[in-house]
């Protein structure tokens, strides 16, 4: 995994340490949500912790980390000789440092917000060689690059909880195998809809 992406959260609570006095403003959320199915056979889920710190008067930062459960979609330039086997199962971590504007502080509250981080497979894909039918031959593991990504989310609080959407867009990575040929893309980008709480508030 790459140092700078283990350094995103150090970053961000060095920032909280450094900004103690204003530890009454930190919240601490987790959302669980389903993804949209629309070129995928598999459910969807996701969920995501996330620190957040009030800025502004309107406004919070945070840390997104974020975990998927079938959120993949691929393309093998040639099937006869490829195919990914999505019966193993697939995901993304990420971790997005985000910025949320408040429309106001109301207990019903409008938000909008967005954020650039690091996106990355769970763990590898199983390649097969050979079509589907007849049965495969031989078996891939194949590791994809992690990609910088972009979030868009909105939605809306209302006390401790909240419902949001949210898009990930993340350039599509390329599926190569060992020998160095490319075989085919993954796509790493996803839709989901989430319903979150606040679990931890601290207060002066």
């Excluded at 920032?15 to 204003?22: D, G, P, V």
């Excluded at 919240?27 to 996701?46: A, N, Q, R, T, Y």
């Amino acid at each position: 995994m790459s140092k700078r992406i283990i350094l995103l959260p150090v970053l961000f609570f060095c920032l909280c340490h450094l900004n103690a006095q204003k530890w009454k403003d930190m919240k601490l959320g987790m959302e669980i949500g389903i993804l949209d199915l629309s070129e995928s056979e598999s459910f969807g889920l996701f969920l995501n912790v996330e620190p957040k710190l009030k800025s502004s008067k309107n406004t919070t930062i945070g840390l997104k980390a974020g975990i998927t459960a079938n959120s993949l979609t691929y393309e093998i330039y040639d099937s006869t000789q490829f195919f990914v086997n999505e019966e193993s199962g697939n995901g993304i971590i990420s971790f997005v440092p985000t910025f949320d504007f408040h429309w106001n502080k109301n207990k019903f509250r409008p938000n909008l917000g967005f954020g650039i981080g690091s996106y990355l497979l769970v763990t590898y894909l199983d390649i097969h060689e050979g079509s589907s039918i007849p049965p495969p031959r031989d078996v891939l593991e194949v590791d994809v690059n992690y990609k910088i990504g972009f979030l868009l989310r909105g939605g809306f609080e209302l006390g401790r909880s909240r419902l949001g959407l949210e898009y990930n867009f993340v350039p599509k990575a390329d599926i190569e195998i060992p020998n160095g040929s490319k075989i085919g893309t993954v796509d790493l980008s996803y839709l989901g809809l989430s319903i979150g709480f606040i679990i931890i508030d601290w207060k002066k």
